[in-house]
């Protein structure tokens, strides 16, 4: 059975601790009375063992499998995470994602004009290689980069929500 103590400073007594230790540990909840105000001397030695900080208070646990132990080497480590994030920015390794989907989108804008520019430009030497009418030649081409391009365009588009249709030109336009 556990050993009950009714006063807060025979629990310090006894833990080797202040008074005003165990008045602030029960203020921010890291200790707490029994149902009927008493305290559970080990439940309060385990509790404060738990949450205390190694480098402040001999009852805390010294291994790293401790609740503050796993949050100080979580915090420590957001932090060197941090710093390198920091450090590749002013090296010039990072971009913000409005830039780089700006940069994406013209580069994606002047491959598209060259190619539909393409036909236009070689359509009279393929004629004249193979005996065929320009125009003719330069509509075909121009149809097969339209359906290239609008391929390309489904494989990146986002997947439509339920109702939404995708507005997306006639491959002849």
Excluded at 31 to 37: L, V
Excluded at 46 to 65: C, F, G, K, N, V
Excluded at 72 to 87: D, F, Y
């Amino acid at each position: 059975m556990p050993e009950r103590i009714a006063s807060a400073r025979e629990v310090a007594r006894r833990l080797g601790l202040s008074h005003t230790a165990i008045q602030k540990a029960e203020q921010v909840g890291r200790i707490t009375r029994e149902h009927d105000g008493a305290w559970d001397l080990e439940r309060v030695r385990r509790d404060l063992a738990a949450t205390a900080d190694p480098s402040r208070s001999r009852l805390a646990q010294q291994s790293e499998t401790s609740p503050l132990a796993r949050l100080t080497i979580a915090r420590l480590a957001l932090g060197v995470e941090a710093q390198r994030l920091a450090l590749d920015q002013a090296k010039g390794k990072l971009i913000d994602m409005p830039s780089a989907n700006a940069r994406i989108d013209e580069v994606a804008g002047a491959m598209r004009d060259a190619l539909l520019n393409w036909p236009a430009r070689v359509s009279g030497q393929i004629a004249a290689e193979i005996g065929r009418d320009p125009h003719l030649v330069q509509t075909l081409l121009h149809e097969q980069i339209t359906a290239l391009l609008a391929e390309i365009a489904d494989r990146f588009d986002p997947p439509q929500g339920e109702g939404e249709v995708a507005m997306r030109p006639p491959a002849g336009a």
